[in-house]
């Protein structure tokens, strides 16, 4: 068993130091960044991809971005949203997402938004396993 530990150690596949939050807070903040820093580059370029492009379709089909809640749903689509990041930071601060939805496509922008945070989410927690040996 000791002589492992010292195996692994020589190899640098020993517990790793520093602060091993980094990753998921990077990867709520920017999708992908969790990934990229762990250098998982594949990974990293297909969530960035895959969440950068549903957040950018949800805004272009006039999707709402939740800023306040006032009952049950708006809590849960709030929530979603936050999951963003960063984007949903920026697209409040640029005035995008409608208050109030005008067209019957922007109910599906909607829900293309929350599932991009929501995805986010789940890969910044993804990092985070990954980082912490929890996931190979």
């Known amino acids: 068993m000791a002589t492992e ?18 990753p998921l807070i990077a990867g709520w903040l ?3 960044a969790g990934h990229f820093l762990l250098r998982k580059w594949g990974r ?3 969530l960035a991809a895959s969440i950068l492009g ?12 939740y800023s306040s809640a006032h009952d049950i749903l708006d809590i849960l689509g709030l929530v979603g949203d936050l999951g963003n990041g960063l984007l949903y930071i ?9 208050d109030q939805v005008q067209v019957t496509v922007g109910d599906y922008g909607t829900r ?9 989410v789940i890969a910044a927690v993804d990092a985070h396993n990954l980082r912490t040996g929890r996931k190979a």
Do not use: T
């Not at 530990?5 to 980094?22: C, D, R, W």
């Not at 920026?90 to 997402?97: P, Q």
């Open 90 to 98: 920026v697209s409040r601060v640029l005035g995008l997402g409608a």
């Open 112 to 120: 293309f938004i929350v599932v991009a945070g929501l995805l986010n």
């Open 30 to 32: 920017i999708p992908g």
């Open 5 to 22: 530990e010292i195996k692994n150690a020589a190899a640098g596949q020993g517990p790793q130091q520093g602060f091993v939050y980094l």
């Open 44 to 46: 990293g370029a297909l």
């Open 54 to 65: 549903m957040f950018a379709m949800g805004v272009a089909m006039q999707g709402k971005i």
